[in-house]
DNA sequence: TCCAGCACCGCAATCGATTGCGACGATTTG
DNA sequence: CAAATCGTCGCAATCGATTGCGGTGCTGGA
């Protein structure tokens, strides 16, 4: 068990453990000699020193380390955002520390008590959920909180999302386009504003035109698969003439609802389109592959990262709040649909 | 900013730091008069304090944080194994610091090093590749190191597994059973154990009967999507007669696999079956679903945090290598094809 | 009555790195 | 030539919590 500290790399040196504290900091390694400096490397190397990140946490007040708050990890759709943020932070020594709420609101101040305990130098959230202001900004009282993806508005919290009332839009014009005239949205959870803004996109332009837009009775609880089955199956089961378009408000929901047409012999896309939301990868290899709006997650993580680390370094700023624009990715499952006589 | 700290917690308590310290740690709470206890409590409350686990850390010795090491988040499988670890940690105060190697060897040690820096309890690592032995080694003689997933034959570190040797046999006695007598596997990275594991299991069951097994003349650099199609592609310009059966190595590969036959108008199931590994929830969901074997992800994690938690308490034991079993998932991919004539 | 034993709690050192302050010699400036 | 400046580096306090070592007062048994 190597235990080398700062004071045994100062005195195989021959200089006072400060020094040699200065001479490893790269920001302060100026005010060393140069060639002191190379002697406490050579020292430092020698005994395979290794800085203790925990005392010097301690004696800064900032440990290089960022919590980062995800929903669910198993929804792929986080992979690229958590690697825009650690290929941020990387190259400045700083580490991201992930959490998983599983979108369970208990667990989400169970994780800012944890983070902010292990007294991280600032937060991202992208799990935030209309509730959930308080223990945030009870956290922003302590260190800076940036919002991603998931916005809470009127909160104060910088954030940077995307614009997903664009990304809704997008979804209808594509299917005004292909002639549809009878649509429904399966919508993710009402307290979370990416889904809320999908949904009012989506309904703004279809309101432009005419449009019967039959809205499922329930929402979902969690935006995953069983739950886009089920508000499928009951959209199924509700009687009216079906829609030719589903507008589902995630990849995951949209697979689901594919599995609930199928086990009812509905066929996509013939009977029934779909469009998903995220452009996961496994959209292109579902039977049909899934038209979908992309979103640029990896830039996210970035810019989330960025105004996080900014943010630790100039203190409290004003919001600045960004929203990134989606994309609509075409595929068979809007593509296959053919407009009947 | 709410700067509580023990101290305050005890002038307002009328008591000395070292007390409220006992008094608020479970684990001594004993130690101190009910009366004063909850006078205690309740001055903590009030005040809002909030322990600060950085200098609990230092003093300790314990920073009650595992990383966990792993190589790709995108890669859906690994969310299961996440949330065995949290669930685990969960309750015990610990808590995981997720790291991710992207298959990339350098940044493994740089993820180590941080890790060992920021002064882990212990790692478990879900990366390693053969030739990861000695800086893996190097890392265990400061802290507990548990391989899951990938072990490290000969390494000496504990490693919890699955029993791949057993999957690539139940995938061979799938396809025997349906058939096929010409057949390829899509191999993994030779580097990593689970992937030899498939390989070799499946090629003994074949070599018990009269098979023939075309070697493709390359293997996947990463397991993933486009390294499965690559491989696909070269099988496909190979020349040979077309082998009947694919097994690819995992479920990523098999979607790569999948996209190279459509774009060559090989139909699968009927031209070609394929089985991929892992049961990522997405194999079910394809076009065809995709018959897989299923790894008990979850159980893993567990198993994983529950060793290193022990090795923590504990202190170093002898290695307890364990190896959970894969059950085969059969879907379209390979039910769907029939013998010709 | 005396002392051992116990419950409870305070004192002060400690974990390892950082940093304001000041010392010292060497160099430059007026 | 004296004073001011600069470059280096040491000293010691500090971050906040933990813990070994007692000290105090009280109970119970001999």
């Excluded at 004071?7 to 790269?26: F, K, W």
């Excluded at 035109?209 to 199924?236: F, H, K, N, Q």
């Excluded at 829609?243 to 689901?256: Q, Y």
Aim: hydrophobic share 40%.
């Amino acid at each position: 068990m190597a235990k080398v500290t700062l004071r045994d790399v100062a005195d195989r040196a021959g200089v006072h453990p400060s020094t040699v504290s200065r001479a490893l900091d790269p920001q302060k390694g100026s005010l060393v000699n140069e060639e002191t400096r190379t002697r406490i490397r050579v020292a430092a190397e020698e005994l395979g020193y290794q800085g203790n990140a925990v005392a010097s946490g301690l004696r800064r007040g900032r440990t290089g380390t960022l919590g980062v708050i995800v929903p669910d990890l198993g929804n792929p759709f986080f992979a690229p955002l958590l690697r825009g943020v650690e290929n941020h932070l990387e190259g400045r020594g700083l580490m991201a520390l992930i959490a998983e709420t599983q979108d369970d609101n208990g667990r989400l101040s169970r994780v800012l008590d944890n983070l902010l305990a292990r007294r991280v130098d600032a937060i991202i959230v992208t799990s935030a959920r209309s509730g959930d202001e308080r223990v945030l900004r009870r956290s922003q009282q302590q260190i800076p909180v940036v919002l991603a993806v998931r916005d809470l508005p009127g909160s104060g919290i910088p954030a940077i999302t995307h614009d997903d009332e664009r990304g809704g839009r997008l979804a209808a014009q594509h299917l005004l386009e292909h002639g549809h005239r009878r649509v429904a949205q399966l919508r993710g959870p009402r307290d979370v504003s990416s889904f809320r803004g999908r949904g009012a996109g989506f309904l703004s332009r279809m309101n432009e035109s005419d449009v019967i837009v039959v809205e499922p009775d329930d929402t979902a609880t969690y935006p995953r698969l069983a739950e886009g089955r089920r508000l499928m199956e009951r959209l199924l089961a509700q009687g009216d003439a079906l829609p030719t378009a589903i507008f589902a408000h995630n990849d995951l929901m949209a697979f689901g609802a594919l599995e609930a047409l199928a086990s009812q012999g509905v066929s996509c896309p013939r009977d029934v389109a779909i469009v998903g939301y995220n452009d996961t990868p496994m959209t292109a290899f579902t039977a049909p592959p899934i038209t979908t709006v992309r979103l640029p997650g990896y830039e996210l993580g970035r810019m989330a990262a960025d105004t996080a680390v900014s943010l630790i370094e100039n203190g409290e700023q004003p919001a600045t709040s960004l929203s990134l624009p989606p994309v609509l990715v075409p595929r068979a499952s809007t593509l296959g649909w053919q407009r009947r006589p």
